[in-house]
């Protein structure tokens, strides 16, 4: 039982706190960085490669680093604290991870190598107008001729779908189960929009679009996708943590320098207890996300699918708690577009949908309420 | 980052549950299980057995009885004595007045109560709150004045906890009037059979006798029961008071509530998705509690406890009083039943959820409230 970073661990934050924090310790640095496509810094994501961390996660036969979760953690970490939006959770952990997963060797070599070193970016194409989340697809269908295959359907939104080199996309298979193909982004129809935290998405239409199925042709990939989402939703939780961190930060430096009625804000308690109260729910959630990390490192995907939604679940309810919060105990000034709380606040909206919020996690685990006692997390 | 216990820690861990779940016997646990009250006679039978083992005060230094075990042992013993039914050692005399003893008092008065403090022989109850003295414990006014070899006291001391049992009372007088109110107090030790002193029953709105007044007049009390320096009484009360935020969020003894609770309405629950969303909420809130908890007890340096400490007291009183409402709930009507008695067909959790559910309401008050509980966390920590 230890839950401290061991000294490359923390060379790791450091060095990751000096590349993507010092490049936005202005938040001018991140309003300008999303405010033309590709939506981030291609410099800083080439800088982001040269360090190695675009292959953290990849195995180093593949051209990555084979890092483990914590380190993993560290990195979308330390994104969270400046609200960097680089597309390393949804390029690198969520569609690399699927490459990783699924992927023939010559695949993983070919993609994770061009990603790891920053020369393509990624994007899984999986979410499906008017439906909920979920490993599977169903209105993206795959179709066999000739030896090849082909897609047709919409998928949106599809995170940084527009700039995308490849695309990962999920598409119902002919004999049924869902299965994971390779499409040249060029291939699709795309149109790419902001969303409102500044992050890119898109909306991508295939239309007998060819397409490489990912790994062994016509196989059921739904359980390989399930737990990539897992991964990914402990992952967002570390980059959710991080901004709550600071979102909680930036309120009591608030408090302590705003005057109203001739005195700092912070000599009223009707606030300060308010401001306490946001300090638990980020303890709470540090705690568990700390230990849902550690559960990615043993590998049981029955337990990481547990610990992915416990995780979901109370960074959830923590970061509207921490964000709405923090914009009430700023007042006016957390509205504007040019003070930066407001913008956590919306990345932590963003984070809390990517792949399931409070409720829908909620929902998984009332399900198994009864099928166990009082919870172990040292069992 | 490691989840696993170390191998050692892990085999400490499964002699504890040995331990706790073999040698204290099955009718005082199953007691503690089903929320009945203890006996003083069950309750001290069942520290003297902890005592024996050496695990009724392992944290006193070691010269007393305590086993120099880390935060994590004493975490991990907490947690499965309570997870067992064991009732926890009584706080009055474990966590309080014991250490105080160990660290402020004489070698007369180490020799004549720590080693009855430990093994219940002496029941202690706490005499600080006063009617006019509750979360501004520095305005009491109980006063003792010196007479020969002798304080000679007189006052009012409230909420005495299971006063009734008590064979001796740590009390905080005010020996100086004249100076500014921290510093004119001192604590004295009184034998609660001492001519003068009468316990009065206070009845709670649960409809038990748990708590009480306890009036002093003209009580004669031998100077040599006076502890540590006099009118240094605030330093004892402040050194008391941080040692009783640890091990107050009760976390193993919520989470055997709720899965206890669980299982006997399994009819219940089964058919109410509400009700199975309100348990999930709550156990992913427990399980939230415990790994910070976890985090607190691997991480505190130096007898500093680490500053996510001051989360335990506040949100495990919220999660105890939680999880007592949602057993309410679940007892449905049945929980009007509390006056019913034994020949009742209403279940034994039932007719007594509601009088635990009021009860437990003292869960946010004592032990420094959770008002106070946020005004140290926006100031220490947050320093706000």
């Given at each position: 039982?230890?839950?401290?970073?061991?000294?490359?661990?923390?060379?790791?934050?450091?060095?990751?706190?000096?590349?993507?924090?010092?490049?936005?310790?202005?938040?001018?640095?991140?309003?300008?960085?999303?405010?033309?496509?590709?939506?981030?810094?291609?410099?800083?994501?080439?800088?982001?490669?040269?360090?190695?961390?675009?292959?953290?996660?990849?195995?180093?036969?593949?051209?990555?680093?084979?890092?483990?979760?914590?380190?993993?953690?560290?990195?979308?970490?330390?994104?969270?604290?400046?609200?960097?939006?680089?597309?390393?959770?949804?390029?690198?952990?969520?569609?690399?991870?699927?490459?990783?997963?699924?992927?023939?060797?010559?695949?993983?070599?070919?993609?994770?190598?061009?990603?790891?070193?920053?020369?393509?970016?990624?994007?899984?194409?999986?979410?499906?107008?008017?439906?909920?989340?979920?490993?599977?697809?169903?209105?993206?269908?795959?179709?066999?001729?000739?030896?090849?295959?082909?897609?047709?359907?919409?998928?949106?939104?599809?995170?940084?779908?527009?700039?995308?080199?490849?695309?990962?996309?999920?598409?119902?298979?002919?004999?049924?189960?869902?299965?994971?193909?390779?499409?040249?982004?060029?291939?699709?129809?795309?149109?790419?929009?902001?969303?409102?935290?500044?992050?890119?998405?898109?909306?991508?239409?295939?239309?007998?679009?060819?397409?490489?199925?990912?790994?062994?042709?016509?196989?059921?990939?739904?359980?390989?996708?399930?737990?990539?989402?897992?991964?990914?939703?402990?992952?967002?939780?570390?980059?959710?943590?991080?901004?709550?961190?600071?979102?909680?930060?930036?309120?009591?430096?608030?408090?302590?320098?705003?005057?109203?009625?001739?005195?700092?804000?912070?000599?009223?308690?009707?606030?300060?207890?308010?401001?306490?109260?946001?300090?638990?729910?980020?303890?709470?959630?540090?705690?568990?996300?700390?230990?849902?990390?550690?559960?990615?490192?043993?590998?049981?995907?029955?337990?990481?699918?547990?610990?992915?939604?416990?995780?979901?679940?109370?960074?959830?309810?923590?970061?509207?708690?921490?964000?709405?919060?923090?914009?009430?105990?700023?007042?006016?000034?957390?509205?504007?577009?040019?003070?930066?709380?407001?913008?956590?606040?919306?990345?932590?909206?963003?984070?809390?949908?990517?792949?399931?919020?409070?409720?829908?996690?909620?929902?998984?685990?009332?399900?198994?309420?009864?099928?166990?006692?009082?919870?172990?997390?040292?069992? | 980052?490691?989840?696993?216990?170390?191998?050692?820690?892990?085999?400490?861990?499964?002699?504890?549950?040995?331990?706790?779940?073999?040698?204290?016997?099955?009718?005082?646990?199953?007691?503690?299980?089903?929320?009945r009250e203890l006996t003083k006679e069950q309750m001290v039978r069942s520290a003297q057995i902890l005592n024996d083992a050496g695990l009724?005060?392992?944290?006193?230094?070691?010269?007393?009885?305590?086993?120099?075990?880390?935060?994590?042992?004493?975490?991990?013993?907490?947690?499965?004595?309570?997870?067992?039914?064991?009732?926890?050692?009584?706080?009055?005399?474990?966590?309080?007045?014991?250490?105080?003893?160990?660290?402020?008092?004489?070698?007369?008065?180490?020799?004549?109560?720590?080693?009855?403090?430990?093994?219940?022989?002496?029941?202690?109850?706490?005499?600080?709150?006063?009617?006019?003295?509750?979360?501004?414990?520095?305005?009491?006014?109980?006063?003792?004045?010196?007479?020969?070899?002798?304080?000679?006291?007189?006052?009012?001391?409230?909420?005495?906890?299971?006063?009734?049992?008590?064979?001796?009372?740590?009390?905080?007088?005010?020996?100086?009037?004249?100076?500014?109110?921290?510093?004119?107090?001192?604590?004295?030790?009184?034998?609660?059979?001492?001519?003068?002193?009468?316990?009065?029953?206070?009845?709670?709105?649960?409809?038990?006798?748990?708590?009480?007044?306890?009036?002093?007049?003209?009580?004669?009390?031998?100077?040599?029961?006076?502890?540590?320096?006099?009118?240094?009484?605030?330093?004892?009360?402040?050194?008391?008071?941080?040692?009783?935020?640890?091990?107050?969020?009760?976390?193993?003894?919520?989470?055997?509530?709720?899965?206890?609770?669980?299982?006997?309405?399994?009819?219940?629950?089964a058919e109410d998705p509400l009700l199975r969303a309100r348990i999930a909420e709550l156990e992913n809130e427990l399980l939230a509690l415990?790994?910070?908890?976890?985090?607190?007890?691997?991480?505190?340096?130096?007898?500093?406890?680490?500053?996510?400490?001051?989360?335990?007291?506040?949100?495990?009183?919220?999660?105890?009083?939680?999880?007592?409402?949602?057993?309410?709930?679940?007892?449905?009507?049945?929980?009007?039943?509390?006056?019913?008695?034994?020949?009742?067909?209403?279940?034994?959790?039932?007719?007594?959820?509601?009088?635990?559910?009021?009860?437990?309401?003292?869960?946010?008050?004592?032990?420094?409230?959770?008002?106070?509980?946020?005004?140290?966390?926006?100031?220490?920590?947050?320093?706000?």
């Open positions: 039982m230890d839950f401290t970073y061991d000294d490359e661990q923390v060379a790791l934050r450091d060095a990751v706190r000096g590349l993507v924090g010092r490049t936005y310790a202005d938040f001018e640095t991140r309003r300008r960085a999303v405010a033309e496509d590709p939506g981030f810094d291609e410099k800083l994501w080439t800088r982001m490669a040269e360090m190695g961390l675009l292959g953290l996660p990849f195995a180093e036969e593949d051209g990555g680093v084979g890092a483990g979760p914590v380190e993993i953690g560290i990195v979308c970490r330390e994104i969270g604290r400046v609200v960097a939006p680089e597309p390393f959770l949804t390029s690198v952990v969520l569609a690399g991870g699927l490459v990783s997963a699924c992927g023939t060797p010559e695949q993983r070599q070919e993609v994770l190598g061009a990603l790891s070193a920053g020369e393509s970016v990624l994007a899984f194409a999986h979410d499906e107008p008017g439906r909920r989340w979920g490993p599977t697809a169903e209105a993206v269908t795959a179709t066999e001729g000739g030896g090849s295959w082909s897609l047709t359907g919409v998928k949106e939104p599809v995170p940084h779908g527009a700039r995308a080199d490849v695309l990962v996309v999920s598409a119902a298979l002919p004999g049924g189960g869902t299965g994971l193909f390779l499409v040249a982004g060029d291939d699709a129809d795309r149109s790419g929009y902001a969303a409102y935290d500044g992050s890119r998405a898109a909306r991508v239409r295939l239309d007998g679009t060819a397409a490489t199925p990912l790994g062994h042709p016509g196989q059921d990939v739904t359980s390989s996708i399930a737990t990539v989402q897992d991964i990914t939703r402990v992952m967002a939780a570390n980059q959710a943590l991080g901004a709550m961190q600071v979102a909680l930060r930036s309120t009591t430096d608030y408090l302590k320098s705003r005057k109203q009625f001739g005195v700092t804000l912070n000599t009223f308690q009707a606030l300060t207890f308010r401001a306490a109260d946001m300090y638990v729910s980020q303890e709470l959630t540090h705690s568990m996300v700390e230990w849902a990390t550690m559960v990615v490192a043993q590998g049981d995907p029955a337990a990481l699918a547990d610990a992915a939604s416990r995780a979901a679940l109370q960074v959830s309810r923590g970061g509207r708690h921490i964000g709405q919060e923090a914009i009430q105990l700023h007042g006016g000034i957390g509205m504007t577009a040019e003070y930066a709380v407001g913008t956590y606040v919306a990345h932590l909206t963003m984070l809390d949908h990517l792949l399931g919020e409070g409720g829908f996690q909620l929902r998984r685990l009332a399900s198994d309420v009864t099928g166990h006692g009082a919870l172990d997390p040292l069992a | 980052m490691q989840l696993e216990l170390s191998e050692e820690d892990e085999a400490f861990r499964a002699q504890m549950r040995e331990f706790f779940t073999t040698q204290v016997p099955e009718e005082i646990r199953t007691a503690v299980i089903e929320g009724a005060v392992p944290h006193w230094p070691e010269e007393h009885g305590g086993r120099g075990w880390s935060d994590l042992e004493r975490h991990l013993w907490f947690e499965e004595m309570q997870a067992a039914g064991v009732p926890a050692p009584l706080a009055f005399n474990a966590s309080m007045i014991g250490p105080v003893l160990a660290h402020f008092g004489t070698e007369e008065q180490k020799r004549e109560f720590l080693p009855r403090t430990a093994s219940l022989e002496i029941w202690w109850s706490q005499g600080f709150s006063e009617p006019d003295a509750g979360s501004d414990l520095a305005s009491l006014r109980t006063s003792a004045v010196r007479d020969g070899d002798d304080w000679v006291v007189n006052g009012q001391k409230t909420w005495t906890t299971l006063g009734q049992h008590g064979d001796w009372i740590f009390t905080l007088v005010r020996t100086d009037p004249e100076v500014k109110k921290q510093a004119g107090i001192s604590m004295l030790l009184i034998d609660m059979t001492s001519p003068g002193v009468e316990v009065r029953p206070i009845q709670l709105i649960d409809g038990g006798h748990e708590v009480n007044e306890v009036w002093f007049t003209d009580v004669r009390v031998p100077a040599r029961n006076l502890v540590g320096e006099l009118n240094g009484g605030w330093t004892i009360a402040k050194f008391l008071l941080g040692n009783e935020r640890v091990g107050v969020a009760p976390v193993g003894a919520t989470k055997r509530t709720l899965a206890h609770a669980k299982e006997l309405a399994a009819d219940v629950v415990e790994l910070t908890a976890l985090r607190v007890a691997a991480h505190s340096t130096g007898g500093e406890p680490h500053p996510a400490s001051s989360v335990l007291k506040l949100k495990g009183s919220e999660l105890q009083q939680a999880v007592s409402e949602l057993v309410v709930d679940l007892a449905g009507p049945g929980s009007l039943a509390s006056g019913a008695g034994d020949d009742s067909d209403l279940e034994g959790w039932a007719r007594r959820a509601t009088p635990v559910y009021l009860n437990l309401r003292k869960a946010s008050i004592y032990g420094g409230s959770n008002e106070v509980q946020r005004q140290i966390i926006s100031r220490t920590i947050l320093g706000l």
